[in-house]
Every structure is written in C-alpha cells, then in structure tokens.
C-alpha cells in the first residue's frame, strides 16, 4: 500500500478540475524528494487562506501527494524495495510491455488509472534537473518541444537544468516517466532535486516548491490546451 494525501477544496468530490499526482521515495534513501512533498502538503495547507496564488491552485486543482512510494527502502535507509527491485526500474514500458509490477508501484498504477490526472512528477535526487520522456532512448518524444517549453520556465525559478532523462543525465529502462507518458500520453516528469543525497533540508525545499506551483498553474494549463 501507498499512503495518498488529496488536496483541494472539495477533497470528497470529483470535479472535473485537472489533477496531479506528485511522488516522494521511489528510492528510499532520496530522503528529500519526501520532504519535498511534505513540505509542499504543509504549505498548500497552511497558506491557504493567506496566498493569493496557494489558494488559486487548490481551489482549481486536484493534488495527489504520495510522500513515499517505496516505504519499506525508506524506512530502511536503501534505494530498493525489501527485495532488492529498484522500484523505478520496475514498470510496463515499450520495450516490456506486460511487465507486472511490484505492490508498490502496482498501487501506483492503480492510483493513476482510476485519477486519470494530466501530470504525474516523480521527486528524486540528486542532480538540479527537471527531466522528460524518454528515458529509454535518445530519440525525442512527440511532446518534446512542449515539455521542454514548460520546463524551462520552471528552471528560470531555480536554474536546474532541463531536458529529455536519456540525454541529460543516462539512459534507463522501465521508468516512471516513461510509462505515464507511454501508457497514458500525461506531462511526465523526473525531477533530481539539490546536489547531492544530503543536501540542506530548507535549501531543497526553496529551490523545488516554486517551480512546482508553476507546474501546478500554468504549466498543467500550458500542457492541457496543447
């Protein structure tokens, strides 16, 4: 099982409001993407009566925050699962399309076949980047110019760089990324947060939320209406 936070403000209701679905931990031991997503679940909360632009995206938003994917890696300090699975190793894809998961990503899967959100992002780190389909070959996806168009406004906010996973940082089969797009045709992002697994708690979160609540309001609306 995953746990799955709702934000919005009518979290009981369906509305036909875009949704997201943002994740912590596919790697236990990336212990930032989690804090980012709790960070980002305090503040859309706390804010909310108070900003202007917080209560924008919430009242116009469906949010999906899984703060740990992988909870038994995290908990355990290590990047696999309790049996040794890489879990963003471990999805459907073009090259192994009848893959079946593990539980972990299996809810995942679940969680987002029965959402349908438009944007799916999966926190990791490290590295500074904002990465997009595809990751198991170099050659451009069919959306790359949109996707590089709404990531690089996002690193105009924090200076990560951008570009396709296989090009910017290595070539991966089997990834998150891959499969939304590939299965689902959504906004699929990678995002390496800070320089390194350690880096500064408050430092990761600074640099990471305000690109997210670009992605959130105008980059989900951007991908929408193209």
């Not at 009242?59 to 899984?66: A, G, M, N, Q």
């Not at 073009?94 to 926190?123: F, G």
């Not at 990791?124 to 406004?153: R, V």
């Not at 891959?178 to 408050?202: Q, V």
Request: aromatic content about 10%; proline content about 6%.
């Amino acid at each position: 099982d995953i746990i799955v936070l709702k934000i919005s403000d009518n979290v009981t209701m369906d509305e036909k409001e875009p949704k997201a679905v943002l994740t912590g931990t596919h790697h236990g031991n990336e212990i930032n993407s989690t804090e980012v997503i709790v960070a980002m679940e305090e503040e859309l909360l706390q804010k909310y009566n108070s900003d202007p632009k917080i209560k924008a995206i919430v009242d116009s938003r469906e949010i999906y925050l899984v703060p740990s994917v992988n909870v038994d890696g995290f908990i355990r300090g290590t990047r696999y699962d309790i049996n040794g699975i890489d879990p963003n190793r471990d999805y459907p894809g073009p090259l192994l399309p009848e893959h079946n998961s593990i539980p972990c990503i299996t809810a995942l899967r679940s969680l987002v076949e029965k959402i349908k959100p438009a944007v799916v992002v999966d926190y990791h780190s490290s590295g500074q980047l904002h990465m997009f389909p595809w990751a198991y070959k170099t050659e451009p996806c069919d959306q790359q110019a949109l996707f590089s168009l709404i990531t690089s406004n996002m690193s105009k906010l924090n200076n990560y760089r951008f570009g396709s996973i296989s090009t910017i940082i290595y070539p991966a089969k089997n990834s998150s990324a891959d499969f939304w797009y590939w299965k689902y045709k959504l906004m699929a992002l990678g995002i390496e947060i800070g320089t390194s697994f350690n880096s500064p708690r408050e430092k990761a979160i600074q640099e990471t939320l305000p690109a997210a609540y670009y992605l959130l309001s105008e980059g989900i609306e951007s991908f929408i209406n193209n």
